[in-house]
């Protein structure tokens, strides 16, 4: 228990401290920060870890994981599974998805270079941005958070609030495009 324990508040400490540092220390380098401030929370997590009891002075005997080494390996799979599973692929999927797309597709061409005009036509595997912009047009659709008249597409009542939240959490977290 004491490892269930260890990785939930270390993870809510990483969550606040990337939400800060995002917020007062940009950097175009974000995932690279949050790396390191995951590497700092294990460094805190180890050495508290080692200076307080197994039992936490709460936790009742049936609750201890034996032998300690195991409950303390627990620890660190959980924390860093909520990290890399979690905050880090989540950031990751905002950010930077498109951009690794990119990179796959130079990558396997044959030159290992492209210019914009065979990105638009070729981006996913030769699908083309177009049908990128489709593909979302349809997910949005279906979810109903925008509506289709004619050519043109308008936010929904729920389309709206689901903006207004996504916009507030980035400018929250300061993801806006820097100059």
């Keep these: 228990m004491k490892a269930i324990i260890f990785a939930t508040a270390t993870t809510i400490v990483l969550l606040a401290v990337v939400t800060i540092a995002f917020?007062?220390?940009?950097?175009?380098?974000?995932a690279r920060q949050m790396?390191?401030?995951?590497?700092?929370?294990?460094?805190?997590?180890?050495?508290?870890?080692?200076?307080?009891?197994?039992?936490?002075?709460?936790l009742a005997p049936s609750l201890l994981i034996e032998p300690g080494w195991l409950d303390f390996s627990l620890m660190l799979f959980f924390?860093?599974?909520?990290?890399?599973g979690g905050a880090l692929q989540l950031y990751n999927l905002?950010?930077?998805?498109f951009s690794l797309r990119i990179l796959i597709d130079v990558e396997q061409t044959d030159s290992h270079?492209?210019?914009?005009?065979?990105?638009?036509?070729?981006?996913?595997?030769?699908k083309g941005l177009t049908w990128m912009y489709a593909k979302r047009i349809e997910g949005l659709l279906e979810t109903k958070l925008v509506d289709r008249k004619a050519e043109?597409?308008?936010?929904?009542?729920?389309?709206?609030?689901?903006?207004?939240?996504?916009?507030?959490?980035?400018?929250f977290l300061r993801l806006e495009p820097q100059s």
């Design 79 to 84: 924390f860093s599974t909520a990290f890399f």
């Design 35 to 58: 790396t390191l401030i995951y590497l700092s929370c294990v460094m805190l997590s180890v050495l508290t870890w080692f200076t307080t009891p197994v039992d936490l002075g709460f």
């Design 152 to 171: 043109i597409i308008e936010l929904t009542s729920k389309g709206e609030r689901a903006a207004a939240v996504l916009l507030a959490v980035h400018r």
């Design 23 to 30: 917020r007062f220390h940009q950097t175009a380098q974000r």
């Design 113 to 126: 270079a492209i210019d914009a005009d065979w990105l638009v036509a070729n981006y996913a595997g030769g």
């Design 94 to 97: 905002a950010d930077r998805g």
